[in-house]
């Protein structure tokens, strides 16, 4: 216990589990009011000479009866209380059944068995099944599921659970009918799903390397069986992908997706059949961007390739969550990349990391990727874990090379098919299938932060040699204060350039060379260098570290215009702009005339007149960085002076180029029918990015808000029309109400439609914004116990509004903590989310910084805080 009398969970103690569990029945009864559950499981204890009682986890949950071998258990011989079921004196090898109701349509957080609309669905990671019977909930516990549904005939003409159907019924009972599913590979009960309700079904057929035929079946509500065609075509891509690039086949005879509206996470990998927030599976034209369509692919794929990076392999404790998330989101991104452009898809990573990962590192929540503790393990489902933890594991391909890596993989799941392991024994497999000592590379499981790279370097003519020295630092992280950080392996990509654009390495083809950093201060020499080079570092964001400026302007306006690495290219224009932005800022501070970095504005023509390749490339490189982003380069962050900054600059570059502006967007529109091709997206997004720039004038010309109004009024496609919505939402007046009208009553009828609506408003920069947001909540197509539309207007404006959310007054920061206190009752997962944009109070400047930690006490002073929410703000406070 901690001294708040919190439970704390250490990965120090992890013991095996005293019973198993070899194969689980479970009967479920479906009705209005209720759910009746009956789970016959067989027993074992691991060491006959232990003794200890059997404790089962369970919530919420009403007990019915216990019974050990069919004999009905007294209340002496076993201890209920709210959190747990303890048999007191098991025999060795028993049948253990027990009764229980519950009550679905009451469950409004979304965890276990609970109601989506009509439909039954559950959610079971990480810890929901004991929301569903009482059970050993933790994933070291493998068994064998058989899974009996039982339910009215209208009302649940579709009856789902995890593996193969082998059985189908009518009950003596009127009007109703069972089916009966079978999973013949053990698996632990986070991995449990089942779905009953009326759903329709859009059918499709995967041939295997092996000849084998899988069924695959997208279920959706009869409304949306026209936007399931680029989810089937995605779920088909990914099983040829794995199949081609790791050698893995599926394994059940059908592969389902079931999508609902009302869930806590964008999907869950459930064996045989994944749940999936309906946001990531409905596309069309109409209804979707481009962006929508890009999702859908990605995260129907991740959780494909958890059929055996999470499923068939699965992780000990759920400290090792990195182990199956990490690594899939790294084969996500790997399969994103092949399927679209590899540097767009890099770039996107990255971005995720600094602008999200980066922060939470320098953040109260700053933990290692392998966490050593937790309270409440649903608050780790974190960019940490997932993202920065997919880092670890491309840097292990780039220290072992493509093939090392596959034969990393391939014993990995030879030793360890079935089994419930660790991050360490993931590295294990990599080693010993290569040869490779990654004992000191482990440094990126166990320790926070992320890591500082001070660089120089020095030439020396006379003997044509180069030095590079690099110096690595990991700064202190709370829980990890005043421990000396070991240094990390570190990958370093390199290239060096001549001054007229040439790379000076050539070996086999290739301009890159992967330097290995393990000491905290090292230098790299490299011979016959004739001329002084231009370093191209970190090519490929080759390791997820923060590297301090060494560059002067002159060598990243020539690296955004000349690098070979077009990855490079779009991270020196980025560092370029965002130095600018922020030298305008400390003018401002300053009250200084405004003077402007000319080598960036000729960097940004040099982009803009150049041949286009990657129309999707160029539309990134011309992208200013986020205010979210920019704040983490800042000690003290004034929001005002950060938004005033970064739009001097873009109305500045809209002034200067405005005509190159507009040729852009004439040039790159697309006649004919919608198409999602990297090309098609790619010109949509250069398109509506020069028109960004273009309504970024003040005011923006008639000419331009016509360019506007009309893209609005007559794309046939949702991504054109939602940009024109959004640039407009920044110019209030009788347009702007009239637009948002109109799409209103266009898309009331489209719940993820609608949630575009809500998140644009949101995210207006105009100072109103709050009071839209307040009184968007009365909206009858709103609702609190529905994470989307949560997510949608209240994440929207606090995470996505910087300048907004962080007005002086302070009445972001109250109405968020009156949206979190509100939710805490009803879905504290979602509601601890939502802490994020307040547990960083202390990057602000100090009349800020007061505000949000009077919200924060706030919140805290709650009685009967959720763990969830507690959590998050006592560890901020």
């Known amino acids: 216990m901690n001294q708040a009398g919190k439970t704390v969970f250490f990965r120090k103690d992890y013991k095996a589990p005293e019973y198993s569990i070899e194969k689980i029945d479970l009967n479920f009864q479906l009705y209005d009011t209720k759910t009746k559950v009956t789970a016959i499981s067989c027993v074992r204890r691991n060491n006959k000479e232990n003794r200890s009682p059997l404790i089962l986890n369970g919530e919420n949950l009403q007990l019915i009866s216990v019974k050990i071998d069919g004999n009905v258990l007294s209340s002496s011989e076993y201890i209920l209380d709210n959190t747990s079921l303890t048999v007191l004196t098991p025999p060795a090898v028993f049948e253990l059944e027990i009764v229980t109701e519950i009550y679905p349509q009451e469950n409004k957080a979304l965890e276990g068995l609970y109601q989506s609309g009509p439909i039954f669905c559950t959610q079971c990671e990480a810890e929901g099944f004991r929301k569903i019977t009482y059970y050993p909930d933790r994933p070291d516990i493998l068994a064998v599921f058989t899974t009996r549904i039982e339910a009215d005939v209208e009302k649940c003409p579709v009856m789902l659970s995890n593996g193969n159907l082998i059985e189908t019924g009518s009950v003596e009972e009127g009007g109703r009918h069972f089916v009966v599913w079978k999973d013949p590979f053990p698996k632990p009960c986070y991995l449990f799903a089942l779905v009953a309700g009326r759903l329709s079904c859009v059918n499709d057929e995967f041939i295997t390397s092996s000849g084998r035929a899988v069924d695959l079946k997208i279920y959706v ?180 090379g493509r093939e090392g890596f596959r034969k990393g993989m391939d014993l990995y799941f030879h030793r360890h098919d079935g089994q419930a392991v660790t991050c360490d024994d993931f590295i294990a497999a990599m080693a010993d299938a290569t040869g490779t ?28 040699s180069f030095h590079l020295t690099v110096t690595q630092n990991c700064p202190d992280t709370p829980g990890q204060k005043g421990k000396n950080k070991k240094p990390f392996h570190i990958p370093l990509a390199l290239g060096l350039m001549t001054e007229n654009g040439k790379d000076l390495f050539g070996k086999n083809g290739c301009k890159t060379e992967i330097l290995h950093l393990k000491e905290q201060k090292q230098t790299f020499t490299f011979t016959n260098i004739a001329e002084k080079p231009v370093v191209s570092f970190l090519r490929d964001f080759s390791a997820p570290v923060d590297v301090k400026t060494f560059q002067q302007d002159e060598e990243l306006a020539f690296l955004m215009k ?36 000319e080598l960036f504005f000729d960097g940004v023509l040099h982009s803009i007149t150049e041949k286009i390749e990657d129309p999707a490339l ?55 029918k919608y198409r999602i091709s990297p090309e098609a997206m790619g010109r949509r997004r250069l398109k509506n990015c020069a028109l960004s720039y273009l309504m970024s004038l003040n005011p923006p010309q008639d000419k331009f808000l016509q360019l506007c109004i009309d893209q609005f009024s007559k794309s046939a496609n949702m991504t054109d029309t939602i940009t024109a919505l959004r640039l407009i939402s920044h110019h209030p007046g009788t347009t702007r109400d009239a637009l948002f009208t109109d799409f209103y009553r266009k898309w009331e009828h489209d719940s993820l439609v609608m949630d575009k609506w809500f998140a644009i408003q949101a995210m207006s920069s105009h100072e109103n914004c709050l009071s839209t947001v307040k009184h968007l909540l009365s909206d009858r197509l709103f609702s609190m116990e529905n994470p989307n539309k949560v997510r ?81 703000v006592n560890k901020s406070r």
């Open 562 to 597: 000349y690098d070979s690495n077009l990855y490079n290219r779009w991270e020196s224009a980025t560092r370029l702009s965002a130095s600018t932005i922020l030298d305008v800022v400390r003018q401002l501070e300053k009250g200084t005339p405004i003077q402007f970095n």
């Open 221 to 400: 509500e009869e409304k949306n069986l026209n936007k399931c065609d680029h989810a089937m075509v995605s779920l088909k891509k990914a099983m040829e992908w794995d199949e081609k690039t790791y050698g893995l086949e599926y394994d059940l005879d059908t592969y389902m997706i079931v999508a609902v509206d009302d869930f806590n996470m964008g999907a869950m990998e459930n064996k045989g059949l994944n749940i999936f927030n309906s946001k990531y599976v409905l596309t069309s034209p109409e209804t979707a961007t481009d962006e929508d369509y890009i999702g859908v692919e990605g995260v129907i794929a991740h959780e494909y390739f958890h059929n055996w990076t999470g499923n068939r392999v699965t992780c000990r404790d759920w400290f090792q969550l990195s182990l199956k998330e990490g690594l899939t989101v790294f084969r996500d991104q790997n399969f994103s990349a092949e399927m679209n452009s590899p540097t767009v898809q890099r770039i996107k990573d990255v971005q995720i990391l600094r602008n999200f990962q980066f922060r939470e590192d320098s953040g109260p929540m700053a933990h290692p990727v392998r966490p050593e503790t937790y309270e409440e393990i649903n608050n780790f489902y974190t960019v940490t874990v997932y993202n920065k933890g997919a880092e670890v594991v491309r840097m292990v391909q780039t220290l072992l």
């Open 792 to 872: 949608a207007l209240i994440g929207a404006f606090s995470s996505g509004n910087h300048v907004q959310f962080h007005a002086i007054n302070g009445e972001g920061y109250s109405f968020l903590a009156d949206m979190i206190l509100q939710l805490d009752s009803i879905n504290p997962q979602i509601a601890a989310r939502l802490v994020s944009p307040l547990t960083n109070w202390k990057r602000y400047e100090k009349r800020r910084q007061i505000l949000m930690k009077k919200e924060l006490e706030r919140i805290a002073k709650k009685p009967g805080l959720s763990p969830d929410v507690s959590e998050i």
């Open 618 to 672: 160029l539309a990134l490189a011309l992208e200013l960085p986020p205010e979210t982003a920019l704040a983490l380069q800042l000690d003290s962050v004034d929001p005002d002076l950060l938004f005033q900054g970064r739009t001097i600059i873009k109305r500045e570059l809209a002034t200067r180029f405005q005509n190159e502006f507009l040729f852009l967007y004439i040039n790159n529109q697309e006649a004919g």
């Open 437 to 464: 000592d990654l004992e000191q590379f482990k440094n990126w499981y166990c320790q926070a932060g992320t890591p500082v790279l001070e660089v120089s370097s020095h030439w020396e003519a006379d003997s044509s």
